[in-house]
């Protein structure tokens, strides 16, 4: 087993030792998260779209995956072993996976998905094989891996959501190859941005509050 699926694998289970109950308060995040529904998300922007091929080999377009739920988007790498990096935001979503499994609103309408911006090594195959060991509750929201089909999309991809990838100088470096940083974005029914968690917001309580507000706010608006 590799040094980097031992730096997830320790990751994920320090967030599964959480309740939805009772999410967890560490140094990193020494605050109470708001209430669902006690404020709002102001629109930021559209969600770019972009054409990828997920870890079955189908081709699809980004947009596709933006749209119908409730959307927590990732852009990651599997050789990342920065331990503030792609392996905690994984693991984050794979806390609200495993939550969702117990939540039939959330298994419903939340959709996680993660995109790899390393497609030379993370094809769809090593990408299925990723996914195995992040997720494995199959009542839980629907969770998608996938890359772009080419270089040349990627770069338009991650443009569009000002997500910064840098190769480092030293190819062998322990924590991986390439340093970027970490942006995951909250993504309305319709496709519309309404968050961007970096590595000092991503705290797993705040965005389940984010997603249960944006929930409640479909419901208030249904009533009118």
Known sequence: MSKNFLSLAFILLSVSLASAADLPRDS???YDPPTPGSYSLPVIKAAPDGAIIDSDSKSINLRDLNRGRITLLSFIYTRCAAPKACPYATGVLSQLHTLSA????????MRLVSISFDPEYDTPRRLAEYSEGVRDEKSACEWRFATAKSRTELDSILNGYGQAV??????NDPQGPLYHIVRVF????????RNIYSSATLDPRLVLAD??????????????
Request: aromatic share 2%; proline share 3%.
């Open 166 to 171: 840098d190769r480092r100088s030293n190819p």
């Open 28 to 30: 990193d995040y020494d």
């Open 102 to 109: 117990d939540d039939k609103t959330l298994a419903k309408n």
């Open 211 to 224: 997603v249960k507000t944006l929930l409640l706010e479909e419901t208030k608006l249904s009533k009118q």
């Open 186 to 193: 909250l993504i309305d029914r319709e496709g519309r941005i």
